[in-house]
């Protein structure tokens, strides 16, 4: 992973898989002038390649942190979650984290880090996480989550333990009166091949990205078999992360960050809604997924709340999850998890004036 000063040009023009994100928490101050706050600064940020990125991918070609005094450095990891460690060691000032039981193990240990804007989510209508069935078990009647009773002794397919898509699963097989214990876990089942042993019947379930469940439904390999807002709706899936230096000494330009977000992650939902083309024209160069393909997504980008707050309440009953499946020693307090007054401070400034508009 290689660390890069992104430009717009650049980012842009080079495709890159992944945008830039700026956070930084702020203590407001009654004497602060306006040039203290929007003093330069440059973030080291953590991003991931994929539309869920969109806000961020969105806010650099538009300009947005150009408009708050902010350049962003960016090192690219292919899932949120392998930037924790990162951040935690100190070589990244923020980062874009799924919920995970690593995430909520490695806060319950102390860490310095702190969660302070909201990622996406999992929104009625618009949840991004896609969930796959062969067709084997589809021709047998498990053909949605109404009927994730019919999954039962079937094999899921799955990369990672302690995932968001573990939970995902584990509340669509509730709807169904199973346990995970009915059902077979196959870990290390990548998004690379789990279409293929989809189709082979290998595996009965697995998860996919957007764009890579819609081909590969097309294809003939499996069918779409649930959406995770239809498994948990409006579960957290994402939220920006934070380190201690950064809370404690660059707090303004965590604010200006969740400013920018906030801005950005409207006008992606509303492009979910209605197709702009600037906007399907940067996802795709920022992704490298044809334009079509970004289309053909729609509504399904990924949701983001309106405010730019986190699901609260999601995040907490996500920590329990992992506890009492033991794989966290215990629940972190939510003053060990947030610290979202950063958010609060973006939303106020936001809506006394706003910079973007």
């Known amino acids: 992973m290689t660390a890069m000063r992104l430009t717009r040009r650049g980012a842009i023009g080079a495709g890159f898989g992944w945008a830039t994100g700026l956070c930084a928490p702020f203590v407001a101050a009654p004497n602060l002038r306006a040039q203290d706050f929007m003093a330069p600064e440059t973030l080291r940020i953590g991003s991931v390649p994929y539309i869920s990125?969109?806000?961020?991918?969105i806010a650099l070609a538009r300009g947005y942190f150009d408009k708050v005094n902010l350049k962003v450095d960016v090192k690219t990891f292919v899932d949120g979650g392998l930037a924790i460690p990162v951040l935690t060691a100190g070589e990244l000032d923020i980062t874009i984290s799924t919920c995970s039981a690593g995430?909520?193990?490695?806060l319950a240990k102390g860490a310095p880090f702190r969660l302070f804007t909201g990622g996406s989510r999992e929104r009625p209508g618009v949840g991004s996480q896609c969930f796959m069935v062969s067709n084997a078990l589809h021709a047998q009647g498990l053909t949605g989550i109404a009927a994730m009773a019919k999954a039962k002794g079937s094999t899921i397919g799955i990369s990672v333990r302690g995932s968001i898509s573990q939970y995902l699963y584990s509340k669509a097989l509730e709807k169904g009166g199973l346990k995970p214990s009915d059902v077979e876990w196959q870990w290390g089942v990548g998004s690379n091949i789990s279409p293929q042993m989809l189709s082979a019947n290998r595996i009965g379930i697995t998860n996919l990205p957007v764009p890579m469940c819609f081909s590969a439904e097309k294809r003939g390999l499996g069918k779409i078999l649930f959406w995770g807002d239809e498994a948990a709706a409006d579960t957290q899936i994402a939220l920006w992360a934070a380190s201690g230096d950064a809370r404690a000494r660059r707090?303004?330009?965590l604010v200006r960050f969740a400013m920018v977000q906030r801005q950005a992650a409207q006008d992606f939902m509303q492009a979910a809604q209605d197709g702009n083309p600037e906007i399907i024209r940067i996802l795709a160069d920022a992704t490298q997924l044809p334009p079509d393909i970004i289309e053909r997504?729609?509504?399904?980008w990924s949701?983001?709340?309106?405010?730019?707050?986190?699901?609260?309440?999601?995040v907490m009953e996500q920590a329990a999850f992992w506890h009492q499946a033991e794989m966290i020693p215990k629940v972190p307090t939510p003053a060990e998890i947030f610290e979202l007054d950063i958010a609060?401070?973006?939303k106020k400034r936001l809506d006394d004036k706003n910079p973007f508009l």
């Open 251 to 253: 707090r303004s330009a």
């Open 53 to 57: 990125a969109g806000p961020t991918f």
């Open 297 to 300: 997504s729609r509504p399904r």
């Open 303 to 314: 949701g983001y709340a309106p405010d730019g707050m986190p699901n609260r309440e999601s």
């Open 344 to 346: 609060e401070e973006a």
């Open 103 to 106: 995430l909520f193990n490695t």
